[in-house]
T-cell receptor
Framework: EAGVVQSPRYKIIEKKQPVAFWCNPI?????LYWYLQNLGQGPELLIR????????DSQLPKDRFSAERLKGVDSTLKIQPAELGDSAVYLC???????????FGSGTRLTVV | AQSVTQLDSQVPVFEEAPVELRCNYS??????LFWYVQYPNQGLQLLLK??????LVKGINGFEAEFNKSQTSFHLRKPSVHISDTAEYFC???????????FGTGTSLTVIP
């Protein structure tokens, strides 16, 4: 069974440019999460979806970050415009309701120059 | 809310020696406890978890952890480490009724030949 798939694995962009990350969760997982992992830190939740609804986006910096999960399956996280401080690893995870089967993807490593 | 403290940011240990990575947590509600491992440029891999029952939990790659409720600790141990155990280790908690993980800042384990 395929795990949580994220793309791209690596992305290098210039500051002020837009960037988007894509996540395909495990089939049947209705809950999807985006986490931010800064260098030397543990991951922190950005947003959580239950199906297509964002039920917790309190940690998402809404001035430049946005996310969507159309049709309740794949999800896209966007940053526009990117800043130097956005350089980090962006992890996607998915689970069944109640957190069962919680699985992390390999992440997208973003470098803003 | 919950929080996790990993007391050691870096742990060097010689090959075949035992190791203990320390983790303490704080929470006003009942929680599940987890240890994840992250190899360079990889995502998070679940090592083991405590949900209920026996306080000694065995995981993959020969690791084990013991839940101590009175000391609010969940220390990770391995009796004999290998070079391949060199990685970043994260302790995490999640409330039994919640979906969000709270991670510690990680412990970098370096196994010295």
């Amino acid at each position: 069974e395929a795990g949580v798939v994220q793309s791209p694995r690596y992305k290098i962009i210039e500051k002020k440019q837009p960037v988007a990350f894509w996540c395909n969760p495990i089939s049947g997982h209705n809950t999807l999460y985006w986490y931010l992992q800064n260098l030397g830190q543990g991951p922190e939740l950005l947003i959580r979806y239950e199906n297509e609804e964002a039920v917790d986006d309190s940690q998402l910096p809404k001035d430049r970050f946005s996310a969507e999960r159309l049709k309740g399956v794949d999800s896209t996280l966007k940053i526009q415009p990117a800043e130097l401080g956005d350089s980090a690893v962006y992890l996607c995870a998915s689970s069944l309701s109640g957190g069962l089967g919680y699985t992390f993807g390999s992440g997208t490593r973003l470098t803003v120059v | 809310a919950q929080s996790v403290t990993q007391l050691d940011s870096q742990v060097p240990v010689f090959e075949e020696a035992p190791v203990e990575l320390r983790c303490n947590y704080s929470s006003s509600v009942s929680v599940y406890l987890f240890w994840y491992v992250q190899y360079p440029n990889q995502g998070l891999q679940l090592l083991l978890k405590y949900l209920s029952g026996s306080t000694l939990v065995k995981g993959i790659n020969g690791f084990e952890a013991e839940f101590n409720k009175s000391q609010t600790s969940f220390h990770l141990r391995k009796p004999s480490v290998h070079i391949s155990d060199t990685a970043e280790y994260f302790c995490a908690v999640r409330s039994i009724n919640g979906n969000q993980f709270y991670f510690g800042t990680g412990t970098s384990l370096t196994v010295i030949p």
